[in-house]
């Protein structure tokens, strides 16, 4: 209910299949199911979040927090 909301980037949940990220580290803070998404690497890098089921992935929540290190 505290959520700053705009601090958020808006986007259609229907068209969006991937997040940059371009970091050593990085960790999924919302709820999402673990089976509809993945962290993509290339060497040590995480580029981004894959969204492998879109329908599963948002059905909890419709932010995304991902935390950057």
Same mark, same amino acid.
């Not at 601090?7 to 960790?27: H, M, P």
């Not at 999924?28 to 089921?53: A, P």
């Given at each position: 209910?505290?959520?700053?909301?705009?601090?958020?980037?808006?986007?259609?949940?229907?068209?969006?299949?991937?997040?940059?990220?371009?970091?050593?580290?990085?960790?999924?803070?919302?709820?999402?199911? %673990? @089976?509809?998404? +993945? &962290?993509? /690497?290339?060497? =040590?890098?995480?580029?981004?979040?894959?969204? %492998? @089921?879109?329908? +599963? &992935?948002? /059905?909890?929540? =419709?932010?995304?927090?991902?935390?950057?290190?």
């Amino acid at each position: 209910d505290n959520v700053a909301t705009g601090k958020f980037r808006q986007a259609d949940l229907r068209d969006i299949r991937t997040i940059s990220i371009n970091s050593d580290k990085a960790k999924l803070i919302t709820t999402h199911d %673990k @089976d509809s998404y +993945e &962290f993509i /690497k290339k060497d =040590k890098v995480i580029t981004h979040l894959q969204i %492998k @089921d879109p329908q +599963e &992935f948002w /059905k909890t929540s =419709k932010f995304c927090v991902i935390e950057i290190k």
